[in-house]
């Protein structure tokens, strides 16, 4: 049986790694090798790294510095920040990414989702769905001024067909005081891609809920890792109590 | 001497860095004589079907391979795109020949109520356990939307249920092939790379 994935989010601003609240803010949280590290030791499921300040201060990711956090681990990993061309993503498949994950090339340019698509496959392309609650429904975080609903952005996305949605509450984005339901279960009614939800858990009953009350079959975590005693392994052995297949290593 | 073929899809790095770990030789490269002269042969790949074969054909790999792996009987390892390049014919996007070397053919999956990729870690059904003795876990990471369906049974290493049961893995003489990641599946992952190579290096 397929088991949930349970995924560390580590979030880099160019010099260390940072947490932000609500996608603003960021407070330096430490190291990213040195967090690589520790969860391949833990045997986590998956990685996700991203340079979330890539885009918008218009450099590239350091592959340098990416390289050495893909050498610790033996697990896949998910690259993201700054994304703009084939190039790119070549750059990052050939370090060793199993991913990519792309959020702003995918506001601007549909064309080059589809491109990306067809050139290295479904399966390593990930798209960012940063959603926010306005007062006319959700839609999508951006720096850009573009104005587009989660809906249509999806919408987009699967045409391309894209391999996964990493689906980001900016609302509940270091809040940790419990995952955006409504915003969970509205899109994953919508399609039958994987999705990685993100953005509010802080402590098991927010997972146990996410769980228990929507499909979510992957969470993407940050704050909880970084300023509470919980691991990923005890997410797993909370979900265990409620009957979710979980791979305990 | 393994070689990992370069044929310019995809993780190449990653299935050296687990070969590294192993301390077991290996070299990325194209190169007709490299390969010929290598010990056993590697075929990792991620990405389409159809481009796949595309780019061994660019680099004359085809007739190589085949000389290699199906005349002189080399030990042979494919993993991912890989494994699904050793049969007769894929779909993505559209109908394509492939090396043909094991019967049968590449289809989309067809679920209603799963996701498409499959992605993550499942458990497998080992059928055949040559390579599969020195795995503490049956958990292995997975990603794909295409599934290879061979028309022997008994080419069948390992399966994987996901609404139904997926072949997981193929072993035919020399050949063998994983559709999960080794190189990304942590020590269940390398304790198969040990063994393959273990014999096959």
Known sequence: ?249 | MVAIIDYGMGNVASVQKALNFLSIKSVITYDHDVIRNSKSILLPGVGSFFQGMQNLRERNLIDLLKEQVIEKQKPFIGICLGMQLIMERGNEPEVCAGLGWIKGEVPKFELLNLNVPHMGWNNIEIKNDTYYKNCKTKDFYFIHSYHVVPENKEDIAATVEYGFDVVASLQKKNIFATQFHPEKSQSAGLAILKTFFEKNA
């Open chain 1, 1 to 249: 049986m397929l088991k949930v994935r349970i995924i560390p989010i580590l979030t880099f601003n160019g010099f260390g790694l940072v947490k932000t609240k609500q996608f603003a803010n960021p407070r330096m949280v430490g190291n990213p090798v040195q967090a690589a590290k520790v969860y391949n030791f833990r045997g986590v499921d998956e990685l996700i790294f991203i340079d979330i300040f890539a885009s918008e201060q218009k450099r590239k990711i350091n592959l340098k510095l990416v390289a050495d956090v893909i050498k610790e681990c033996y697990m896949p990993v998910t690259i993201g920040g700054g994304i703009e061309s084939l190039d790119d993503i070549n750059n990052l498949l050939k370090i060793g990414a199993d991913k990519v994950v792309i959020k702003t090339r995918a506001l601007l340019d549909k064309q080059f989702i589809n491109d990306a698509v067809t050139f290295y496959g479904s399966q390593c392309i990930s798209i960012a769905v940063d959603a926010y609650l306005s007062s006319d429904g959700y839609k999508i975080f951006n720096k850009l001024n573009i104005d587009i609903t989660v809906d249509k952005f999806i919408d987009g996305m699967i045409e391309c067909n894209v391999g996964e949605l990493v689906l980001n509450s900016v609302d509940n984005d270091g809040i940790m005081n419990g995952f955006e339901m409504d915003l969970i279960s509205h899109v994953s009614k919508r399609t039958n891609l994987p999705i990685i939800v993100a953005g509010g858990g802080g402590d098991m009953t927010h997972y146990n809920r996410l769980f228990s009350e929507t499909n979510t079959k992957s969470v993407g975590s940050a704050s909880i890792f970084h300023f509470t005693k919980f691991t990923p392994l005890d997410i797993k052995n909370e979900l265990k109590t409620i009957g979710i297949p979980v791979r305990i290593t």
